[in-house]
């Protein structure tokens, strides 16, 4: 059984990253889509490393709350709700300094007005690198 609202092939989901947004600037990739799952990778490079030479933990940060905030919005029927977020929270437990990390987002909690989802990133040997929780309100569009 799946989660999502409408089965969508993996380069469709690829295709809502644009060249001016934060998702194209970092180079995250989706890379893989389950029934309860979404992943995405982030290279650890110039554009993601913080001045000691390693992984920035905000850009963890944005690749946990990228995965999660489209995961969420995948649940939803986009003609009558959307997705905002309330609360992030990480836990950075392995510094990197090169190669791919890749985030896997997983369903906590899919309540009426409220998701909860947990953003594992790991490292190219899978090892873990940072734990991410992220709290999304669930709104009614009013647009019509």
């Not at 990197?96 to 890749?102: D, I, L």
């Not at 790991?122 to 009013?142: G, M, N, P, Q």
Request: aromatic fraction near 6%.
């Amino acid at each position: 059984m799946t989660i999502w609202f409408k089965d969508l092939p993996l380069e469709e989901i690829q295709r809502t990253s644009s060249p001016r947004d934060l998702t194209h600037s970092l180079g995250i990739k989706f890379t893989d889509i389950g029934p309860d799952y979404l992943s995405g990778s982030m290279p650890v490079d110039e554009r993601t490393r913080q001045p000691y030479g390693l992984l920035h933990g905000g850009a963890s940060v944005a690749l946990a709350e990228t995965l999660g905030s489209l995961a969420c919005y995948l649940t939803l029927d986009p003609k009558t709700h959307y997705n905002v977020g309330l609360e992030i929270n990480a836990n950075h437990v392995r510094s990197v300094r090169e190669g791919v990390v890749t985030g896997t987002a997983r369903p906590v909690h899919m309540g009426r007005t409220t998701h909860i989802w947990e953003i594992r990133i790991v490292d190219e040997r899978d090892k873990l690198v940072c734990i991410s929780r992220l709290t999304l309100a669930i709104l009614e569009r009013t647009d019509g």
